[in-house]
């Protein structure tokens, strides 16, 4: 067959089924196909892979798809499949990156032990009695200072003393 014969015509007989015209159809546009998609992806694997595709699916849907510009048609199918590849790749970079910044099992095993000994505290600290357990609280938790917390809650500074020893005694017995 020769090369003059219309894209329209070439896939008529390639909707009937016709290998050869297919063949013709894939040489007629593979190389420009290749061409601009290479420019795009800069991967020549990807470039040929997706012109395949491109290819096989044509062929497979022949009898379904109404085709009136070839070649609009297979350069169209080609950028969405282009389209495709670049969020397949954006995707699988992302994957990567969440990866790598997914904690370890051995963070998460910390962060469990951190969460269990945090509910822990807590229960403990809620078993003082409330006076007792303000001064704990703003002299570990707070960071105030023994004069600071005295001032604070009007009481004596050996009362704020006496009152963190026994929380730290009540915290080793619990």
């Excluded at 061409?35 to 992806?41: G, P, Q, S, Y």
């Excluded at 395949?52 to 379904?64: C, D, G, N, P, S």
């Excluded at 995707?91 to 951190?114: F, G, N």
């Amino acid at each position: 067959m020769n090369n003059q014969i219309s894209d329209k015509e070439l896939f008529d007989k390639v909707k009937s089924g016709d290998q050869e015209s297919f063949r013709q159809v894939y040489n007629r546009y593979f190389n420009d196909l290749y061409r601009h998609t290479f420019i795009l992806l800069k991967d020549r694997q990807l470039a040929e892979d997706l012109i395949q595709e491109l290819f096989i699916k044509l062929w497979e849907r022949k009898a379904t798809i109404e085709i009136h510009n070839l070649k609009g048609y297979l350069t169209t199918a080609l950028r969405h499949k282009v389209i495709n590849a670049y969020r397949n790749n954006k995707y699988v970079e992302l994957d990567e990156t969440i990866i790598a910044t997914l904690p370890s099992p051995h963070t998460v095993d910390k962060k469990l032990r951190e969460n269990d000994l945090e509910f822990e505290f807590k229960k403990v600290l809620q078993k003082l009695p409330k006076k007792c357990r303000n001064v704990f609280y703003l002299s570990r938790i707070k960071m105030y200072k023994n004069r600071e917390i005295a001032e604070e809650l009007d009481i004596s500074i050996r009362t704020v003393e006496t009152h963190i020893s026994n929380a730290l005694r009540h915290f080793k017995v619990h």
